[in-house]
Nanobody
Framework: QLQLVQSGGGLVQSGGSLRLSCVAA????????VGWFRQAPGKEREGVSC????????KYAESVKGRFTTSRDYAKNTVYLQMNSLKPEDTAVYYC??????????????????????WGQGAQVTVSS
């Protein structure tokens, strides 16, 4: 069973920063694209960012472009989501997930056309105004 372990959520003031981590337990991230998603109360889960197996491909939702950055550390088997200039509307539970893509430079930010099958436990991010 593939397991993703998340950390790094918390409470921050508007304009602040947080970094989320997603660690692969008992498998290597090398064969997977990794996506970040979030779900606010009463809303559908939405794609935030993704990074391809090779790290050459990254995508961001329009709402977070220029503020969020995703990266991966192959040696630590960890993927990060650096979130800067946080806004109250970024408040949500954030999830990482893996997608076994055939193209090493591709990742999907949409759940509809992707194969994200394993998910982290989620991390609460709360941004106060």
């Amino acid at each position: 069973q593939l397991q993703l372990v998340q950390s790094g959520g918390g409470l921050v003031q508007s304009g602040g920063s947080l970094r989320l981590s997603c660690v692969a337990a008992r498998f290597t991230f090398d064969f997977f694209a990794v996506g970040w998603f979030r779900q606010a109360p009463g809303k559908e889960r939405e794609g935030v960012s993704c990074i391809s197996r090779s790290s050459k491909g990254t995508k961001y939702a329009e709402s977070v472009k220029g503020r969020f950055t995703t990266s991966r550390d192959y040696a630590k088997n960890t993927v990060y989501l650096q979130m800067n200039s946080l806004k109250p509307e970024d408040t949500a539970v954030y999830y990482c997930a893996v997608d076994r893509t055939s193209d090493p430079d591709f990742c999907a930010i949409s759940l509809r056309d992707s194969g994200y099958e394993y998910w982290g436990q989620g991390a609460q991010v709360t941004v106060s105004s």
